[in-house]
């Protein structure tokens, strides 16, 4: 399984951007980028994903790098629900498994 | 749309019990993984089912088992509990060969005493 690098721990300030970045130097031409998030006693919840190009949703934007080494999710303008620990995940397409690691957690200050 | 559900959400039972935890998948969805979630660590994948059969597996003994319905609902079975099977055991839906990704229900947290 292809293994992702994330910081452990981030902490920005209400209504400002946040940029989570993520390294997986190792990543294959077929795995997708994943992020989900977990807010305290809940289960993962999808964010966004991705395969080569830039992304954006509702919910944030991810930013994949040329050589897809590196992406960096994208909080527009944090606010207080969105502290959470944060997961980046590499899944071979039609693979459905998961594979998690440690995440980044997200503390927001108001 | 109906999200994933699981039972029950708390579960507390003794060394050598076994355990059945269920899941109902989302609206639509076709195939259901299970993952384990020890305190402080991120979920491991246990197994998916799709068709009604096991079609991967993580690193887990044979004492944790599953099914899937016709319904396409789930269950996790864990026989001869150990302390370490302690965790959040989570169960995700998705549908097979689409690009939606997995959706995740809210847990069912076991403690083993």
């Known amino acids: 399984d292809a293994k992702t690098t994330q910081p452990n721990s981030m902490e920005s300030n209400e209504e400002e951007p946040v940029h989570l970045p993520c390294n997986h130097s190792?990543?294959?031409?077929?795995?997708?980028i994943h992020w989900y998030r977990q807010l305290p006693s809940q289960g993962p919840e999808y964010v966004i994903h991705?395969?080569?190009s830039n992304v954006n949703n509702r919910m944030a934007s991810l930013a994949i790098a040329e050589d897809r080494k590196s992406s960096t999710l994208i909080l527009h303008r944090a606010t207080l629900r969105d502290a959470a620990v944060y997961y980046c995940i590499l899944e071979s397409w039609g693979a459905q498994k998961l594979v998690f690691g440690q995440g980044t957690r997200l503390t927001i200050n108001p | 749309e109906t999200g994933v559900t699981q039972s029950p959400t708390h579960l507390i039972k003794t060394r050598g019990q076994q355990v059945t935890l269920r899941c109902s998948s989302q609206s639509g969805h076709n195939t259901v993984s299970w993952y384990q979630q020890a305190l402080g660590q991120g979920p491991q994948f246990i197994f998916q089912y799709y068709r009604e059969e096991e079609n991967g597996r993580g690193n887990f003994p044979p004492r944790f088992s599953g099914l899937q319905f016709p319904n396409y609902s789930s269950e996790l079975n864990v026989n001869a509990l150990e302390l370490d099977d302690s965790a959040l055991y989570l169960c995700a839906s998705s549908l097979r060969d689409s690009k939606e990704t997995q959706y995740f229900g809210p847990g069912t947290r076991l403690l083993v005493l």
């Open positions: 991705g395969l080569t």
């Open positions: 190792t990543i294959s031409g077929t795995d997708y």
